[in-house]
């Protein structure tokens, strides 16, 4: 009752004398409301939230910020509103970094080297807007920059700047000055061997001069013989004879073919199996030849220094090896008649040697690795050597005199191949510059140059029977046709594919009647494609290796030779 009598008011006295308490119209009585939350000083708050609705800027000397300004207020400016029509400061906006706006400066990179340098050299540079000059050291007039000063204003900057420094250091001692000294070697070495004082040659002993002086003797007499250029080698030619007699009771050489030697056939057909393997070579036979005209022999060279040649016809045992290169022999060829051949070996030498006797007729060299050696094949002409030749020559020798009478030079790489043409009148090269060359004999100009930029290297070419097409073999992996004519064109229509070469001079080469054309490859294998049709034939598996050449025999038409790096020679 109590709590209820000092709840009361005034008014509710007044309230009450119009109607009484026991009224049933009169209303209840309310209760005031009360928090149980504690007393919250809002000081603060409302102060962040006048000065939240005011633009003006924070004092600079506060240390402590109650709220969180926003940018506007912290980059707005202490004194007076901010002109409307100022431009946007890297303060207010327009920023691209956190410390403001960067613009980047356009700098060509030879004035950039120009202040660089001149900076590091003179101590002083302009800055990209050219107007004021950064540095410690500051020039006394118009700035010079390291590359409009003359070299004579250099060397005096130089030499100013050395007695600057010489000034501040210490006086060199008299020992420094003199060359002979460790300390002068000390100052002036410029690498590190220069350090090192030379001492005065020794006096040798009677072993060490006796040494020099054989050593200096050995020299000049290699020097005396060419053997450095090529020309000779101390090698001395000789040849051995396997066969039972040199001459029959008639008194006919071994290499006189037999009379009754013809062709058994004018078609020819492809080989099925292997008659005979020649084993001989200790390894890897790099070209063979059948003996021209009637093949009852077979020459081969290889990569053991020897060649030998084969009887094919009776005994088929090796009838003689001649040994006069040092080196690798690379390419043989034989003259018309057969009585002599030409071999070019990596020795850098071509030897020219009698068939029948194994006696070397002449030698010659230009000091350059002959790749392939040729006689020219007219009858009158057999004295004329042909020879490409590493440093991209075609070298023309006059076997009489011993001259070299032409030099063919317009290839940008090595020479591979010579092939005759045209009667004889003309030849064609390839060469490792992936082009083909046409001449005429004798005049060192090109005629007809073929060069495509799909063209490969061509390391092998042979002649059709024809004497209208030439097989080269590409090193993508195809044969490729070239006519003999005027244009020397490439017969789209044929080519002749499916072989790997890459990589490998593999020799290409066509049947006697022309029918087939057949070639090596780098896993072993004789390809034999149609002439016409372009179709394969067959392949016959021949080697463990690289089949690096194939000849079809002249006369038999159904047989012929191969050989490989595995230093075997078969015939099919």
């Given at each position: 009752?109590?709590?209820?009598?000092?709840?009361?008011?005034?008014?509710?006295?007044?309230?009450?004398?119009?109607?009484?308490?026991?009224?049933?119209?009169?209303?209840?009585?309310?209760?005031?409301?009360?928090?149980?939350?504690?007393?919250?000083?809002?000081?603060?708050?409302?102060?962040?939230?006048?000065?939240?609705?005011?633009?003006?800027?924070?004092?600079?000397?506060?240390?402590?910020?109650?709220?969180?300004?926003?940018?506007?207020?912290?980059?707005?400016?202490?004194?007076?509103?901010?002109?409307?029509?100022?431009?946007?400061?890297?303060?207010?906006?327009?920023?691209?970094?956190?410390?403001?706006?960067?613009?980047?400066?356009?700098?060509?990179?030879?004035?950039?080297?120009?202040?660089?340098?001149?900076?590091?050299?003179?101590?002083?540079?302009?800055?990209?807007?050219?107007?004021?000059?950064?540095?410690?050291?500051?020039?006394?007039?118009?700035?010079?920059?390291?590359?409009?000063?003359?070299?004579?204003?250099?060397?005096?900057?130089?030499?100013?700047?050395?007695?600057?420094?010489?000034?501040?250091?210490?006086?060199?001692?008299?020992?420094?000055?003199?060359?002979?000294?460790?300390?002068?070697?000390?100052?002036?070495?410029?690498?590190?061997?220069?350090?090192?004082?030379?001492?005065?040659?020794?006096?040798?002993?009677?072993?060490?001069?006796?040494?020099?002086?054989?050593?200096?003797?050995?020299?000049?007499?290699?020097?005396?013989?060419?053997?450095?250029?090529?020309?000779?080698?101390?090698?001395?030619?000789?040849?051995?004879?396997?066969?039972?007699?040199?001459?029959?009771?008639?008194?006919?050489?071994?290499?006189?073919?037999?009379?009754?030697?013809?062709?058994?056939?004018?078609?020819?057909?492809?080989?099925?199996?292997?008659?005979?393997?020649?084993?001989?070579?200790?390894?890897?036979?790099?070209?063979?030849?059948?003996?021209?005209?009637?093949g009852h022999l077979l020459l081969s060279a290889s990569m053991d220094c020897k060649i030998k040649i084969w009887d094919v016809l009776e005994s088929r045992t090796c009838m003689r090896t001649y040994m006069g290169h040092?080196?690798?022999?690379?390419?043989?060829?034989?003259?018309?008649?057969?009585?002599?051949?030409?071999?070019?070996?990596?020795?850098?030498?071509?030897q020219y040697w009698d068939t029948e006797t194994g006696q070397v007729i002449s030698t010659f060299s230009t000091g350059k690795v002959p790749y392939v050696v040729k006689l020219n094949p007219d009858e009158d002409k057999?004295?004329?050597?042909?020879?490409?030749?590493?440093?991209?020559?075609?070298?023309?020798?006059?076997?009489?005199?011993?001259?070299?009478?032409?030099?063919?030079?317009?290839?940008?790489?090595?020479?591979?191949?010579?092939?005759?043409?045209?009667?004889?009148?003309?030849?064609?090269?390839?060469?490792?510059?992936?082009?083909?060359?046409?001449?005429?004999?004798?005049?060192?100009?090109?005629?007809?140059?073929?060069?495509?930029?799909?063209?490969?290297?061509?390391?092998?070419?042979?002649?059709?029977?024809?004497?209208?097409?030439?097989?080269?073999q590409s090193l993508d992996n195809q044969i490729l046709i070239y006519s003999t004519k005027e244009r020397f064109q490439l017969n789209k229509k044929k080519r002749f594919a499916g072989h790997i070469v890459a990589g490998?001079?593999?020799?290409?080469?066509?049947?006697?009647?022309?029918?087939?054309?057949?070639?090596?490859?780098?896993?072993?294998?004789?390809?034999?494609?149609?002439?016409?049709?372009?179709?394969?034939?067959?392949?016959?598996?021949?080697?463990?290796?690289?089949?690096?050449?194939?000849?079809?025999?002249?006369?038999?038409?159904?047989?012929?030779?191969?050989?490989?790096?595995?230093?075997?020679?078969?015939?099919?």
């Amino acid at each position: 009752m109590d709590l209820l009598q000092s709840s009361y008011t005034p008014d509710d006295e007044d309230d009450d004398e119009q109607q009484p308490l026991s009224s049933p119209d009169a209303s209840p009585v309310r209760l005031p409301a009360k928090s149980a939350a504690p007393a919250v000083d809002d000081t603060a708050l409302a102060l962040s939230a006048a000065a939240a609705s005011t633009s003006r800027p924070l004092d600079p000397s506060l240390h402590l910020v109650p709220f969180n300004p926003t940018a506007d207020q912290l980059w707005a400016p202490v004194l007076g509103p901010q002109h409307p029509h100022a431009p946007i400061s890297s303060a207010s906006g327009n920023r691209n970094h956190k410390l403001g706006h960067v613009e980047d400066a356009a700098v060509l990179p030879f004035l950039f080297d120009e202040q660089y340098n001149t900076f590091h050299r003179f101590g002083y540079a302009a800055d990209p807007s050219g107007l004021h000059i950064v540095g410690d050291a500051q020039p006394s007039a118009e700035p010079d920059t390291v590359y409009n000063l003359a070299p004579s204003e250099h060397k005096r900057r130089r030499l100013q700047s050395k007695d600057e420094e010489g000034a501040n250091q210490e006086p060199l001692p008299p020992e420094a000055k003199n060359p002979a000294s460790d300390e002068w070697i000390l100052r002036n070495k410029q690498s590190p061997w220069a350090g090192k004082k030379e001492a005065p040659p020794a006096e040798l002993t009677e072993e060490q001069r006796q040494y020099a002086e054989a050593h200096a003797a050995k020299k000049a007499e290699k020097e005396a013989r060419g053997e450095g250029k090529g020309e000779k080698s101390d090698m001395v030619a000789k040849s051995t004879f396997h066969g039972k007699e040199e001459r029959d009771y008639q008194g006919r050489s071994w290499i006189t073919p037999p009379k009754d030697a013809k062709a058994s056939n004018e078609r020819c057909y492809i080989p099925k199996r292997c008659v005979h393997e020649w084993v001989g070579h200790t390894k890897g036979v790099s070209a063979i030849r059948f003996f021209p005209k009637y093949g009852h022999l077979l020459l081969s060279a290889s990569m053991d220094c020897k060649i030998k040649i084969w009887d094919v016809l009776e005994s088929r045992t090796c009838m003689r090896t001649y040994m006069g290169h040092s080196k690798a022999v690379r390419d043989i060829s034989f003259s018309n008649d057969g009585t002599k051949f030409l071999s070019a070996g990596y020795d850098r030498n071509i030897q020219y040697w009698d068939t029948e006797t194994g006696q070397v007729i002449s030698t010659f060299s230009t000091g350059k690795v002959p790749y392939v050696v040729k006689l020219n094949p007219d009858e009158d002409k057999q004295h004329v050597l042909l020879a490409g030749m590493s440093d991209k020559k075609i070298v023309q020798w006059d076997m009489k005199s011993g001259q070299i009478t032409q030099e063919y030079d317009q290839h940008l790489g090595a020479v591979n191949t010579i092939t005759f043409v045209d009667n004889n009148r003309r030849f064609v090269t390839s060469s490792d510059d992936k082009s083909l060359r046409v001449w005429e004999f004798g005049i060192p100009v090109v005629i007809k140059y073929i060069s495509e930029p799909h063209m490969h290297s061509m390391p092998s070419i042979s002649l059709h029977p024809n004497s209208n097409w030439l097989a080269a073999q590409s090193l993508d992996n195809q044969i490729l046709i070239y006519s003999t004519k005027e244009r020397f064109q490439l017969n789209k229509k044929k080519r002749f594919a499916g072989h790997i070469v890459a990589g490998y001079a593999c020799q290409v080469n066509f049947s006697p009647d022309g029918r087939f054309v057949m070639s090596g490859d780098g896993e072993g294998s004789c390809w034999f494609w149609d002439w016409k049709s372009c179709r394969r034939f067959k392949t016959l598996k021949c080697h463990n290796g690289v089949c690096i050449g194939c000849e079809w025999h002249p006369l038999e038409t159904s047989k012929v030779a191969t050989c490989g790096w595995d230093g075997v020679i078969k015939y099919w």
